[in-house]
């Protein structure tokens, strides 16, 4: 089996910092995901990469940047935190059609 | 825009009693429905995935799909506390992830 690991699972940032999230897989998929978490709301999709160097956007990038800057890894980052942002955010990947995995999430809080 | 509406917002049940949470989506062409289950600090879980109307089981998860009702619901027989979790829905049309809508979740309590 694989696994999803994300990095750091803690983040504590200022505002108007920037701050980068680090995702690495080690199934091999060709596909990986970005999504936030907001209590109280559903996920939401910021990027996605179909292939290493591919980026696409999702619903809600704007104040994000990704890379993928090679197969196994994916990372994201907040261009500019916002004061007393809170939010979880949760690295996936999936091999053509079957099955989306999930990392266990960076949870960030802005101060 | 596709809008998945996730009941209860909470539920407590019975260690062995059945569990019943229940999904609404907007979009009559979804074709392809999952449930994922997140426990506390954790990641997603897909338990169960279905695709045309009908039922669908994996283990004690049970899936049941009535599109025209723009309906579908997760029951989970035997709940263990260890099933006490967040389960979330997500609706697509065809395999494309890109377009996956989450609900909001139900948390479910199993108490002993």
């Known amino acids: 089996g694989g696994i999803i690991t994300q990095t750091p699972k803690f983040l504590i940032g200022q505002e108007g910092q920037k701050l980068t999230l680090k995702c690495q897989q080690n199934f091999n998929h060709d596909t990986m995901y970005w999504y936030r978490q907001d209590s109280g709301k559903g996920l939401r999709l910021i990027y996605y990469s179909i292939t290493e160097n591919d980026l696409q956007k999702g619903d809600l990038s704007e104040g994000y940047d990704a890379s993928r800057e090679k197969k196994s890894s994916f990372s994201l980052t907040v261009t500019s935190a916002q004061k007393n942002e809170m939010a979880v955010f949760l690295c996936?990947?999936?091999?053509?059609?079957?099955?989306?995995?999930f990392g266990a999430g960076t949870r960030l809080s802005v101060l | 825009q596709q809008k998945v509406q996730q009941s209860p917002e909470s539920l407590t049940v019975s260690e062995g009693a059945m569990a019943s949470l229940n999904c609404t989506f907007s979009?009559?062409?979804?074709?392809?429905f999952r449930w994922y289950r997140q426990h506390s600090g954790k990641g997603l879980e897909m338990l169960v995935s279905?695709?045309?109307?009908g039922e669908k089981e994996e283990g004690r998860f049970t899936a049941h799909l009535n599109r025209a009702s723009l309906h579908v619901s997760l029951h989970i027989r035997e709940p263990q506390p260890s099933d006490s979790a967040v389960y979330l829905c997500?609706?697509?049309?065809?395999?494309?992830?890109?377009?996956?809508?989450f609900g909001k979740g139900t948390v479910l309590l199993v108490s002993p």
């Open positions: 997500a609706v697509s049309m065809g395999s494309g992830y890109n377009k996956l809508t």
């Open positions: 279905i695709f045309s109307d």
């Open positions: 979009d009559g062409t979804s074709d392809n």
């Open positions: 996936a990947s999936r091999q053509g059609q079957n099955t989306l995995y």
